[in-house]
């Protein structure tokens, strides 16, 4: 399975990334051995996330939310994850 999460980042700035295990991905980013990004926006806060059976899938929604989604539209789904 793949999954693609969205992060809350201490700056309060969103990341979105993928990955096959969403516990040690954040984990990773949180010891500041995960993106880039995340280094120094530590702590990370997982909100989101969505499970697909292929990579392919995996990462064609995690280039849709990073690239089309608004703010907004992000926390109108974290919002329904959350709830």
Known sequence: MYYIYILLCSDNTYYTGFTTDVEKRVEEHNEGKGAKYTRG???CKLV???IFEDKSSA???E???KHRLTRKEK?????KFTK
């Open 63 to 65: 280039w849709y939310i």
């Open 59 to 61: 990462m064609k929604r």
């Open 41 to 43: 926006r530590t702590p």
């Open 48 to 50: 989101y996330k969505e």
């Open 75 to 79: 926390e109108e789904m974290i919002g």
